[in-house]
């Protein structure tokens, strides 16, 4: 997980509507379908619609982001949640969130971000579900996976996770990692490893997992280029970005929190 600061959390919250709708016209679904095309879900199930949910603000390690648990929940509500943050934080503010009738609890650390489903006791973690809501994105903006060349940025816990549902989804993976042992975890999924110039050309789809900037040029964008950008910041130059427009998709925070209150929902 990114640890995110102040101007990213207050960009998103202002910026969600349009973000929304950036990901319909190019991938033909929404924030909570790609929550729940992650975890294989259809139709409206899971229901969203009017469940209570809470984000609970902690103090741990390096502090409160502002407006980190605000953005939280107006996502939440985006999706139809009936969402709220707590007045108090740390086990204060899980204590207020249970005395509410929350049925998911949404809590981080500087390590960790977790749904809690205070009935059933299912967890679901920031990192499997950001990696598999990006994948159900640049899968529908594809229009299939099945046979297609993705090149892969990063093989820390977010690519790690996307490059074992890329294969799921029957992709032909390549990895860029430069660090031996992340690499061999790569290479035992069953993905190639690459350097990146060859990656870069060998596909036409990428997942960015990497917190580098200005590593992908203009040059790699083509008519058919779609790019999954998890990553913070975006791996892609600015000319590269405004090449793909819609087509680079990147938030830091709503696609992996639908696809958490999918997954802490559905078990």
Known sequence: MTRLIENDVRDLTAQLADFEARLREVAGIGL????????????????????????????????????????????????GADAFVTGLPDV?????????????????????????????G??????????R??????????????GRAVAVLGHGPVGRHATARLLERRADVSVVEPDEARAAQAVAQGARVLPLAEALAAADLLFDATPAADVVGVDWVRPGSVAAVPGMPSAFTAAAQQALGGR???????????????????R
Do not use: K
């Open 32 to 79: 909570a379908d790609a929550g729940r095309r992650a975890w294989g879900e259809a139709g409206d199930r899971p229901r969203l619609h009017g469940v209570r949910m809470a984000a609970v603000p902690v103090s741990q390690g390096e502090g409160f982001i502002p407006g980190f648990c605000e953005c939280v929940a107006a996502i939440l509500g985006f999706l």
């Open 133 to 146: 809501a990006y994948v159900a994105a640049l899968e529908s903006a594809a229009g299939g996976l099945a």
């Open 92 to 120: 204060r503010g899980l204590q207020e969130a249970a005395e509410s009738a929350a049925e998911l609890v949404f809590v981080a650390d500087d390590s960790r971000f977790i749904a809690l489903n205070l009935r059933s």
């Open 248 to 266: 680079h998709i990147h938030e830091p925070l709503a696609l992996g929190v639908a696809a958490m209150a999918v997954d802490a929902l559905r």
């Open 122 to 131: 299912a967890c679901a973690d920031d990192d499997p579900c950001t990696a």
